[in-house]
């Protein structure tokens, strides 16, 4: 039932691009996007809603394939900034459990 | 300044000893969760509450309590801690289901 993250690390140049995928085996109600540096807690990015909606903010971008269960998160013109470990969340419907994928670690380097 | 605290942020415990983790949000947020993190595991739900006096359990409840006695407060019990509990936790709240969560600063708690 938990989410599969995709590529499980991934090491990128400044301004080079990436794309962080998550797949489940199940219907999916939301995924759920967070965004945790070492040593510290986990930081909500974003959330999609079944209905196939892109969003975005700055050069960070997510989509979901409701009909594929699956949720890409859109790294654009990478920064420094961006390096930590990358964690989809997901829910089969409102109220339930979320489960997330174990997590996709990246690096920008300079 | 709005926050989700968490005490103690370190523990160290002995099999068996019972143990309370406090969890204390000022959002006036109705959903609150424990999660624990483990290396290669990500995050794990153990308990969620969608409000006062609901709670769910997660996907590791075994060998945790809850309660949601007040809206802010969302204590993490561990009757009987052993050492497979060793872990690091986190406290989480949000307004609602599939809503943003904001995450306390972690609990790192060990058992020998």
């Known amino acids: 039932q938990q989410p599969v993250q995709s590529p499980q690390a991934v090491i990128l140049r400044e301004g080079e691009d990436a794309v962080i995928n998550c797949s489940s085996s199940k219907a999916l109600y939301s995924v759920h996007w967070y965004r945790q540096k070492h040593g510290e807690a986990p930081v909500f990015l974003m959330i999609l809603l079944k209905g196939g909606e892109q969003k975005g903010h700055d050069k960070i971008s997510a989509s979901f394939n409701e009909k594929k269960q699956q949720s890409s998160l859109y790294l654009t013109a990478s920064q420094l900034s961006y390096s930590g470990t990358y964690f989809c969340?997901?829910?089969?419907?409102?109220?339930?459990?979320?489960?997330f994928g174990a997590g996709t670690i990246l690096r920008v380097k300079s | 300044e709005a926050q989700v605290t968490q005490n103690p942020r370190y523990l160290i415990t002995v099999t068996g000893k019972k143990l309370t983790v406090t969890c204390s949000q000022n959002m006036n947020h109705e959903y609150m969760s424990w999660y624990r993190q483990d290396p290669g595991l990500g995050l794990r739900q153990i308990y969620y509450?969608?409000?006062?006096?609901?709670?769910d359990k997660g996907d590791v409840p075994e060998g945790y309590k809850v309660s949601r006695k007040e809206k802010r407060n969302f204590p993490l019990i561990l009757e009987s801690p052993s050492p497979n509990q060793t872990s690091l936790y986190f406290c989480?709240?949000?307004?609602?289901?599939?809503?943003?969560?904001?995450f306390g600063p972690g609990t790192r708690l060990t058992v020998t």
């Open positions: 509450s969608m409000n006062v006096e609901v709670t």
């Open positions: 969340g997901t829910e089969m419907g409102y109220g339930n459990k979320l489960v």
């Open positions: 989480a709240s949000s307004p609602g289901s599939a809503r943003e969560q904001y």
